[in-house]
Nanobody
Framework: QVRLVESGGGLVQPGGSLRLSCAAS????????MRWYRQAPGKEREWVAH????????NYADSVKGRFTISRDNAKNTVYLQMNSLKPEDTAVYYC?????WGQGTQVTVSS
């Protein structure tokens, strides 16, 4: 059974940082591209970043490029999202994704 469990969300002031983690189980983690999405209140879920399984190449939404970094540790079956220079518009529930599978999400709130 595939499980994706996000953690690391919270309340942070504008300009602050958070590191999200997604612990994966139930599949061969190193064989899959992993993605982060987010959904802000009243908006559709949007793709944030992905990282390939073969060479670790990354790609980012324009809204987070230069501020967020996705990474993975195949030995720990975990994907991370380092978020720096956070803005109020980054407030959302952040989800880990592998194909059709989703985690439960972790809330990130950026507010003073």
């Amino acid at each position: 059974q595939v499980r994706l469990v996000e953690s690391g969300g919270g309340l942070v002031q504008p300009g602050g940082s958070l590191r999200l983690s997604c612990a994966a189980s139930g599949f061969t983690f190193s064989n899959y591209v992993m993605r982060w999405y987010r959904q802000a209140p009243g908006k559709e879920r949007e793709w944030v970043a992905h990282i390939t399984n073969t060479d670790g190449r990354t790609n980012y939404a324009d809204s987070v490029k230069g501020r967020f970094t996705i990474s993975r540790d195949n030995a720990k079956n975990t994907v991370y999202l380092q978020m720096n220079s956070l803005k109020p518009e980054d407030t959302a529930v952040y989800y880990c994704n592998r194909g059709p599978d989703w985690g439960q999400g972790t809330q990130v709130t950026v507010s003073s």
